[in-house]
């Protein structure tokens, strides 16, 4: 651990009009990839402010998510960078977790896409969780060239994960937290929650 407090970036992927992948048959309601996405970067920063004491900055608050371009700026001073996304296909019994970065940020992919897997049984894609940032569909390069991790933990467009991830969501980002956390080697804090 480095003697000052790591600084994490959490993004939520897409935003502006941009709404990304879109679900309307669970329910027969619509889900959003920018509203999961706003959903994940909000649980993983409220446990790793209020557990861990972690600095964490975001894209915005609630469900403000601003673009692509602007989150790419903040990237530049914080020791580790995750914009979050679902994945999506138009076969729906597709399903899996990756995260994808240049090569050198490997281990940390795969410690977080394990970290999902670990509460969730969904299967690691790739190269045990992880993918070379030119894998995939998303305009998700620049991201990873600027040393952050696109980070897509399941497939919005299958309906069964989908139901998972509202069943599980604090169970699953409690996961990425502590897993962010074991990262920079930061243990709770005093008085911080404990694992429920
Ligand atoms: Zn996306």
Redesign the pocket.
């Known amino acids: 651990m480095t003697t000052s407090t790591p600084i994490i970036l959490l993004t939520a992927?897409?935003g502006g009009a941009d709404v990304?992948?879109v679900n309307t048959s669970y329910q027969n309601k619509t889900h959003t990839?920018s509203d999961i996405?706003c959903e994940m970067r909000n649980i993983v920063a409220h446990i790793l402010t209020n557990d861990y004491g972690l600095i964490v900055k975001t894209d915005g608050i609630g469900k403000q998510n601003l673009p692509l371009k602007q989150a790419l700026l903040m990237i530049k001073g914080s020791h580790l960078a995750i914009d979050f996304?679902?994945?999506?296909s138009v076969n729906k019994s597709a399903t899996g977790i990756e995260c994808l970065t240049l090569p050198k940020n490997k281990a940390v992919a795969q410690t977080l896409s394990q970290a999902v897997a670990s509460v969730t049984d969904w299967r690691l894609r790739g190269e045990l969780g992880f993918k070379p940032d030119g894998a995939g569909q998303?305009s998700?390069l620049a991201y990873a060239r600027f040393g952050g991790l696109?980070f897509?933990p399941f497939f919005i467009s299958n309906d069964e994960d989908l139901a998972i991830w509202y069943a599980k969501k604090w169970l699953i980002c409690r996961a990425i937290a502590d897993g962010i956390a074991k990262i920079f080697g930061v243990n709770k804090v005093d008085g911080g929650e404990k694992t429920a």
């Open positions: 992927g897409h990304g992948a990839e996405a996304h679902t994945n999506a998303h998700r696109v897509e």
